[in-house]
């Protein structure tokens, strides 16, 4: 790589890190945002709040990245021709490839990283967060249950304690579980202990009453007892089968499925289309950069207003981002869209080269250059003409008048 071409590697990276930095934060703010009832209804600390919340971020990395490398390469550009460092470049005979060999560096370690992130970091972060939601869960009377407060960690189970002492006996117990509609149970205590054993956790009662309603047309049941152990394992759904999204899985299981695996029965076009998505989401980055360079990459005046270039760059790019969004889309619901997926980035790539050798100012290749120059010199040596006889003529007669 040239000089110029590390200059300008170097002035792209770095507005790329600060750029790539600043939208994962406005992206982790809106996930901290609606995640923040683990802290303030669900009872969990900073520590479970931070990592679930950045557990979420490489699912936005695919759309992140290559936005950020776009922002980052117009205003490399931009700067580069408010400097007219375009433009000497151009008066010393060089081509518009001399500026998009290093941006199109740039993008391959772009492409690279999101790919990585597609088919390794992002579903190693989701199935982790899966497993950070189940133990959040799992610990329901030990962090999420608060003093004064009634907590339902999930649907028709709500529970409240008067208080908690410092040894961590629990006072004024009260549990009402409606998740079953056939029967209504209720259990109500006047202290109560939490105990681990065996992996498992249980709650110990003592001193209280059990109240179970089995249908409205009868009193309910009220047992009173001095000692009650409720395993608390059965207060989480029990399913046969854990749901793996399409996003949650490796390059094996969306490519090669197992036969029996409902969840691949049930929505198999939801697995073409994710992966599919992973391989078709790395163009992108090769295709800004190169219709960046193409509209914004040749050399102008600092008088003409570049303004309009850097619109039609955004407009064109978000646009095509959005579609092959919607085309994901219509692949999950038929195969023959796929085609579609994968021209989107390459054929806007493959415009903008066309742009980028033919269009604007940007110079042809010497050789061609060289036989438009000599036909242009022979079609106006014909055409030019030659009436020597008539000028001789005519300065005769200019002399005799004189």
Known sequence: MSIFGRYVFRQAAGALVLILLSLSGVVWIALALRQLNLVT????????????TTLALPNMMGMIAPI????????????LSGDSELIVLTASGASTWTVARPLLVLACLVAGAVAFVNHVGMPWSLKLLREYVIQVRSDLIGQVIQAGRFSSPEAGL???????????DLKGLLMHDTRDPKVVTTYLA????????????YLFMRTGHVLRRTSTAEPPQIVEFESYVVDLDRFEPKTSHVELKPRERY???LAYPKPDDPDFKRQPGHFRAELHERFANPFYAFAFVLLAVALIGRAQSTRQNRWEA????GVLCIG??????????????NVKWLPLLYAIPLLLAAGS?????????????????????RAAEAVTARLRPAPRAETAAVQVRTAGKR
């Open 353 to 373: 080269i066309l742009t980028m050798q033919f269009g604007g100012r940007s110079r042809p290749p010497s050789r061609m250059r060289g036989r438009v120059a």
């Open 310 to 313: 850097i619109a039609a760059v």
């Open 68 to 79: 950020a490398l776009l922002v980052a390469v117009i205003h490399t550009l931009n700067r």
């Open 190 to 201: 006047e202290t109560g202990t939490l105990l681990k054993q065996d992996g498992q956790s």
């Open 251 to 253: 390059f094996q299981e």
């Open 320 to 333: 095509s981002r959005v579609g092959g969004l919607a085309v994901n889309n219509l692949v999950a619901i």
């Open 158 to 168: 709500t529970f409240h304690i008067r208080d908690r002492t410092l040894n961590g």
């Open 41 to 52: 209804s669900e009872g969990q600390n900073a520590l479970t709040f931070i990592k679930m």
